[in-house]
Protein backbone atom coordinates (compact mmCIF):
# COMPACT_ATOMS: atom_id res chain seq x y z
CA UNK A 1 0.00 0.00 0.00
CA UNK A 2 1.41 3.73 -0.89
CA UNK A 3 0.22 6.62 0.73
CA UNK A 4 0.18 9.88 -1.33
CA UNK A 5 0.28 13.49 -0.83
CA UNK A 6 0.24 16.69 -3.66
CA UNK A 7 2.13 19.77 -3.47
CA UNK A 8 2.78 22.82 -5.56
CA UNK A 9 -0.82 23.72 -6.26
CA UNK A 10 -1.79 27.86 -6.44
CA UNK A 11 -2.60 30.41 -8.70
CA UNK A 12 -0.80 31.06 -12.04
CA UNK A 13 -0.80 33.66 -14.84
CA UNK A 14 -1.78 32.18 -18.07
CA UNK A 15 1.31 31.34 -19.50
CA UNK A 16 2.96 31.00 -16.69
CA UNK A 17 4.24 27.55 -15.07
CA UNK A 18 3.45 25.49 -12.01
CA UNK A 19 5.20 22.19 -10.99
CA UNK A 20 3.38 19.61 -8.64
CA UNK A 21 4.62 17.10 -6.73
CA UNK A 22 3.42 13.75 -5.23
CA UNK A 23 5.42 12.22 -2.36
CA UNK A 24 4.61 8.53 -2.08
CA UNK A 25 4.96 6.55 1.38
CA UNK A 26 6.83 3.26 1.62
CA UNK A 27 9.89 1.07 0.31
CA UNK A 28 8.31 0.17 -2.82
CA UNK A 29 7.53 3.56 -4.54
CA UNK A 30 9.44 2.76 -7.54
CA UNK A 31 6.99 -0.16 -8.12
CA UNK A 32 4.09 2.02 -8.86
CA UNK A 33 2.79 3.34 -11.73
CA UNK A 34 1.91 7.03 -11.46
CA UNK A 35 -0.68 9.19 -13.09
CA UNK A 36 -2.19 12.77 -12.78
CA UNK A 37 -5.99 13.20 -13.34
CA UNK A 38 -7.20 16.66 -12.80
CA UNK A 39 -11.25 17.63 -11.91
CA UNK A 40 -12.15 21.35 -13.09
CA UNK A 41 -15.78 22.28 -10.86
CA UNK A 42 -18.53 20.75 -12.40
CA UNK A 43 -16.54 18.28 -14.59
CA UNK A 44 -15.52 14.60 -14.44
CA UNK A 45 -12.08 14.24 -13.84
CA UNK A 46 -10.00 13.22 -16.44
CA UNK A 47 -6.62 11.78 -17.43
CA UNK A 48 -3.38 14.30 -17.81
CA UNK A 49 -0.64 12.03 -18.62
CA UNK A 50 1.10 8.70 -16.59
CA UNK A 51 4.55 7.57 -16.21
CA UNK A 52 5.70 4.28 -15.82
CA UNK A 53 7.92 2.97 -12.54
CA UNK A 54 10.75 3.78 -14.30
CA UNK A 55 10.41 6.77 -15.68
CA UNK A 56 11.21 5.78 -19.32
CA UNK A 57 7.41 5.97 -20.76
CA UNK A 58 5.33 8.80 -20.17
CA UNK A 59 1.52 9.46 -21.93
CA UNK A 60 -0.01 12.55 -22.01
CA UNK A 61 -4.07 14.04 -22.72
CA UNK A 62 -3.54 15.75 -25.72
CA UNK A 63 -4.78 18.77 -24.00
CA UNK A 64 -1.88 19.31 -21.99
CA UNK A 65 0.43 17.25 -24.53
CA UNK A 66 4.07 19.63 -25.23
CA UNK A 67 2.58 22.05 -22.41
CA UNK A 68 3.17 19.82 -19.37
CA UNK A 69 5.24 16.96 -18.50
CA UNK A 70 5.85 13.79 -15.96
CA UNK A 71 8.95 12.93 -14.08
CA UNK A 72 9.56 10.64 -11.46
CA UNK A 73 12.56 10.63 -9.13
CA UNK A 74 12.68 7.09 -7.25
CA UNK A 75 15.34 7.77 -4.40
CA UNK A 76 12.85 10.73 -3.50
CA UNK A 77 9.69 8.74 -4.02
CA UNK A 78 8.49 11.58 -5.60
CA UNK A 79 6.58 12.03 -9.22
CA UNK A 80 6.42 15.59 -10.67
CA UNK A 81 4.11 17.38 -12.76
CA UNK A 82 5.56 20.28 -14.51
CA UNK A 83 2.89 22.46 -16.50
CA UNK A 84 4.47 25.31 -18.51
CA UNK A 85 1.99 27.53 -21.03
CA UNK A 86 -0.80 27.39 -18.34
CA UNK A 87 -4.22 28.18 -19.91
CA UNK A 88 -7.53 29.33 -18.12
CA UNK A 89 -8.93 25.60 -18.86
CA UNK A 90 -6.14 23.97 -16.78
CA UNK A 91 -7.66 25.38 -13.85
CA UNK A 92 -8.93 21.84 -11.75
CA UNK A 93 -7.94 20.00 -8.49
CA UNK A 94 -4.99 17.86 -9.85
CA UNK A 95 -4.84 13.86 -8.24
CA UNK A 96 -1.66 12.00 -8.14
CA UNK A 97 -2.64 8.48 -7.86
CA UNK A 98 -1.04 4.70 -8.03
CA UNK A 99 -1.03 1.13 -9.67
CA UNK A 100 0.73 -1.43 -9.35
CA UNK A 101 -0.43 -2.54 -12.87
CA UNK A 102 0.64 -0.76 -15.94
CA UNK A 103 0.04 2.61 -16.68
CA UNK A 104 -3.40 3.36 -17.61
CA UNK A 105 -5.54 6.36 -18.81
CA UNK A 106 -8.64 4.95 -16.71
CA UNK A 107 -8.86 6.17 -13.04
CA UNK A 108 -11.05 3.15 -12.16
CA UNK A 109 -7.37 1.36 -12.17
CA UNK A 110 -5.95 3.25 -9.86
CA UNK A 111 -6.48 2.18 -6.22
CA UNK A 112 -4.26 4.90 -4.51
CA UNK A 113 -5.06 8.46 -4.63
CA UNK A 114 -3.69 11.44 -2.82
CA UNK A 115 -6.07 14.55 -1.49
CA UNK A 116 -5.36 16.97 -4.94
CA UNK A 117 -3.89 19.91 -4.87
CA UNK A 118 -5.89 22.81 -6.32
CA UNK A 119 -4.62 24.72 -9.83
CA UNK A 120 -6.02 28.11 -10.60
CA UNK A 121 -4.60 29.64 -13.88
CA UNK A 122 -5.85 33.37 -14.34
CA UNK A 123 -6.28 35.16 -17.92
Known amino acids: QVQLVESGGGLAQAGGSLRLSCAGS????????MAWFRQAPGKAREFVGN????????YYADSVKGRHTISRDNSKNTVYLQMNNLKPEDTAVYYC????????????????WGQGTQVTVSS
Open 97 to 112: AASLGVPSTTETTYPY
Open 26 to 33: GRTFSQYA
Open 51 to 58: INWSGAYT
